[in-house]
């Protein structure tokens, strides 16, 4: 015998249909839940199909985005082979089908006929790390988008309380740079306090950074008392604009880490991806 289950996915239910070979189907559709009670008796129906036929069945199903998370999921986690199509293909046959019936129940009929139709490999583990690359690239590239238009933004908001800091760091973006600009967003903050106070926020910023010395601190503080006096915003008229720049600074700080975070953990899934190959 050679078993078969298809699976036409949704939303938060699947519908499936199980043939112990070609022609040859087991029962009638069934439909299961993605909770945890409804994929065990997707697991009993499996257990019943292998038992009737002596040897476990194959599983196939179309490409649903991540609809199909909790079911594929499940599948990695008991073992059992699965095939994942293209929906093009699906389409296919469902046209050439005289009765043209568009239902999740005929849609499961119509996998499980698929599969002895077509000649498919199993889904193979380097998919799922692949499938995990790709969601990874993505919520990189989601997050890359959002951190720009925040950083325009801040742009904007600095340019009416502070735009010559711009000149005070390399990188206006860097950590210090940012954490800086919290501490002193206007030019009445940095000239009211002595030459010390700047430095000593300087030191304890750096604190847990190492390569910095005193003469790169001195450089910054001189550029930064520098930016202060040629500010033309001597006196700040809008409170809301500091309110404004500190909430996009926090947010700036947030994304960049996270970003740094997921480039590790891309880095890291490239990584197990070359060596699967």
Known sequence: MNPVIGLDISKNESHGQAFLERGKPYRGTFKFEHTQEGLAKLLQIIQDVEHAAGLRPMLLLEATGHYQSPVVQFLEEHHYLYIVINPLISNRLRKSNLRKVKTDAADAYLLGELYYKEEFEPYK??????????????????????????????????????PTYKGVFGDIYSNISLRFLNEFPTSYLVLQSDEEMPKSKF????????????NWIC????????????????????????????????????????????????????????NMI
């Open 125 to 162: 583990k380097r998919g799922v790390q692949l499938l995990n690359l790709r969601y990874l690239t993505r919520q990189y590239e989601s997050l890359s988008k959002m951190c720009v238009q925040i950083k325009l933004q801040f742009q904007a908001v600095l340019d009416q309380v502070f």
């Open 219 to 274: 450089v910054r503080v001189k550029r930064l008392l520098h930016a202060a006096k040629q500010n033309p915003f001597q006196q700040n008229m809008y409170s809301s604009h500091l309110v404004n720049l500190r909430v996009l600074i926090s947010l700036i700080l947030q994304y960049q880490e996270h970003l740094s975070q997921l480039k590790t953990t891309l880095m890291l899934s490239l990584k197990k991806l070359k």
């Open 203 to 214: 030191k304890e910023l750096l604190s847990s950074k190492r390569g910095r010395s005193e």
